[in-house]
């Protein structure tokens, strides 16, 4: 057997490039990475001990021993470790086509091999973030067939590990627990290189590649879910529409698009813009048959995405004739939308009111609860962008009647009561706490007792706490909003 030289190595760069395996510039006191990201940046140089061969590895040993992962994907891609999804797909273009074996990026029909670990991540997936993708999917294809694509498709596998092992690292639920943002960083910069080996494969799949760009950009939001979230979710956009959506798609590619749409929503309300896809280009993928509570929420979905369009789409402080027109066509198909409603999916409230005003809902299903939330939440953004256009309104035509404030404010009050009737009714389970953020954010802006504000914050920040979901920032903006309100 070849002996392997053993020696120390210096190890520079801030503690986040080397998590993230990208290389650090070492500026002081912040590098060019941390300073463009916008976070914090801890510099250290440490020693390591570099086993380096001249032949075979040496056993893997240590919490990793179980990854497996075997040749490296970057080194059979041909090129640098890419530092998002995006970058990967940029680097896929410009990478030599790979002429060996698939190396099982692809699903094929050879069940691979898992380590205690790996198996353990599966299974925490399933258990955990990977219900936060099923909440508006009746076929739960994120935790049930990804899952089976996984255990044929190293690129999958590896994606879902690394989202899974990223949220652990956010969450507080373990008081002793492996070092996960390591693990996740691991995972991660071995999926961006398979991504790329898979893109560039005579036989790739569209589906396979779009169900691992949707779990690694979820892995970049949870990472950093600031002002680079275009960065995040280009990845995910330039694979959807390479191949424009239809109803040709399969139903796990459909479930991915319905995932990216939820995050695309979300961080246009964050920044206050339209989403990425326009919700034009979301029309071959609407369900035709609004009979099930998944296909209502996602119907509502994209009422939501077209309000987002119109409330920050224009920056103009009064209206034209053509605009007012919108506002009353989306008003009344949230009407619509709502009235068609079945019975069951407004759930039962339960006996007895709390002396804030709220009520307990019982709602036993995700779906209902998350087409709820996004329907109160767009009623929300309406009203408060007819009342921001208020003054202006008066101008567009002798038609268009007087609106009374108050009347507005009041009803901004009640779908406020209606967003926290449903975030606070026991039993709302830990999928659909992510999808709660916004519409609790706009309830806190509007919510008529200083005591419902606080119990909004306080539940904010538990969910970042316990399940790692970014909040924080929005519970200082919304207290500072606050702060700046004039006083009675």
């Given at each position: 057997m070849q002996q392997h030289i053993a020696r120390i190595r210096r190890r520079t760069g801030c503690t986040n490039c080397r998590s993230r395996r990208v290389k650090c510039d070492e500026k002081k006191p912040i590098c060019g990475n941390c300073s463009r990201k916008g976070v914090s940046c801890s510099q250290t140089e440490r020693f390591v001990h570099d086993q380096r061969s001249?032949?075979?590895?040496?056993?893997?040993?240590?919490?990793?021993?179980?990854?497996?992962?075997?040749?490296?994907?970057?080194?059979?891609?041909?090129?640098?470790?890419?530092?998002?999804?995006?970058?990967?797909?940029?680097?896929?273009?410009?990478?030599?086509r790979f002429e060996g074996p698939s190396q099982s990026s692809q699903a094929g029909t050879q069940v691979l091999r898992l380590g205690k670990q790996t198996a353990d991540l599966v299974q925490r997936y399933q258990?955990?973030?990977?219900?936060?993708l099923d909440v508006l999917d009746h076929q739960v294809n994120y935790t049930r067939h990804v899952v089976r694509i996984a255990f044929c498709s190293r690129l999958v596998l590896y994606s879902i590990c690394a989202l899974t092992?990223?949220?652990?690292?956010?969450?507080?639920?373990?008081?002793?627990?492996?070092?996960?943002?390591?693990?996740?960083?691991?995972?991660?910069?071995?999926?961006?290189?398979?991504?790329?080996?898979h893109l560039n494969q005579p036989d790739n799949s569209h589906e396979i590649e779009l169900t691992a760009a949707i779990a690694?950009?979820?892995?970049?939001?949870?990472?950093?879910?600031?002002?680079?979230?275009?960065?995040?979710?280009?990845?995910?956009?330039?694979?959807?529409?390479s191949r424009k959506p239809s109803k040709t798609w399969t139903e796990l590619e459909k479930a991915s698009f319905w995932v990216f749409a939820r995050q695309d929503v979300a961080m246009a309300l964050v920044n206050e813009s339209p989403t990425l896809i326009l919700p034009d280009e979301w029309r071959p993928l609407l369900p035709t048959k609004l009979?099930?509570?998944?296909?209502l929420g996602n119907k509502v979905l994209w009422l939501l995405a077209q309000i987002i369009e119109l409330r920050f789409g224009s920056s103009a402080s009064t209206v034209n004739e053509s605009e007012w027109c919108r506002i009353q066509d989306l008003r009344r198909d949230l009407d619509q939308w709502f009235t068609s409603?079945?019975?069951?999916?407004?759930?039962?409230?339960?006996?007895?009111?709390?002396?804030?005003?709220?009520?307990?809902?019982?709602?036993?299903?995700?779906?209902?609860?998350?087409?709820?939330?996004?329907?109160?939440?767009?009623?929300?953004?309406?009203?408060?962008?007819?009342?921001?256009?208020?003054?202006?309104?008066?101008f567009v035509s002798n038609e268009v009647p007087r609106f009374d404030r108050q009347y507005l404010e009041s009803q901004l009050q009640t779908f406020a009561q209606s967003t926290m009737n449903i975030s606070f009714s026991s039993g709302l389970p830990h999928s659909v706490w992510p999808v709660a953020v916004n519409p609790l954010f706009y309830a806190a802006r509007y919510a008529p007792q200083y005591d419902q504000k606080l119990r909004i914050w306080a539940f904010l920040h538990n969910i970042e706490e316990e399940v790692g979901f970014h909040t924080k920032s929005r519970v200082l903006q919304s207290q500072r909003e606050r702060c700046n309100q004039p006083t009675a």
């Open positions: 001249i032949g075979t590895r040496p056993p893997r040993s240590g919490p990793n021993a179980d990854l497996d992962f075997g040749p490296s994907a970057l080194a059979l891609a041909g090129t640098a470790q890419p530092e998002t999804t995006y970058d990967a797909l940029q680097l896929a273009q410009t990478a030599p258990n955990g973030i990977g219900t936060w092992a990223k949220q652990l690292s956010l969450a507080s639920i373990e008081s002793e627990r492996p070092d996960w943002e390591a693990i996740a960083a691991r995972y991660y910069g071995e999926s961006l290189g398979l991504l790329i080996n690694l950009c979820s892995y970049e939001l949870l990472d950093h879910p600031g002002v680079d979230y275009k960065r995040h979710l280009d990845g995910a956009r330039s694979l959807i529409q009979i099930e509570e998944d296909a409603l079945p019975p069951t999916y407004h759930g039962i409230p339960i006996s007895g009111t709390e002396e804030s005003g709220l009520v307990d809902i019982l709602l036993t299903m995700t779906s209902t609860m998350t087409g709820l939330l996004y329907y109160h939440l767009a009623r929300m953004l309406l009203l408060e962008h007819w009342l921001l256009k208020f003054d202006g309104l008066k």
